[in-house]
């Protein structure tokens, strides 16, 4: 989870990091009720969700360049 940091954003080193799926992001998991489809995820103990980039953008949520 991101400290500091209070309106949606993504996780783009990590995704990077974990070579993740181009279609998806990763979210922290506070913003699920933004979303009505989500998939949870762990990663080192912290819990995000994937949600995918039109309904993030929708949302409207910003690229960030974080690992975690």
């Known amino acids: 989870m991101s400290m500091g940091i209070s309106y949606l954003h993504s996780h783009s080193a990590l995704e990077r990091q974990l070579r993740w799926k181009k279609r998806t992001v990763l979210v922290d998991v506070k913003f699920s009720p933004l979303f009505d489809k989500s998939k949870n995820y762990?990663?080192?103990?912290?819990?995000?969700?994937?949600?995918?980039?039109?309904?993030?953008?929708?949302?409207g949520g910003v690229f960030k360049n974080l690992e975690e």
């Not at 819990?47 to 953008?57: A, N, P, R, S, T």
Request: net charge neutral.
């Open 42 to 59: 762990l990663h080192n103990g912290t819990h995000y969700i994937e949600v995918g980039i039109l309904d993030f953008i929708k949302k």
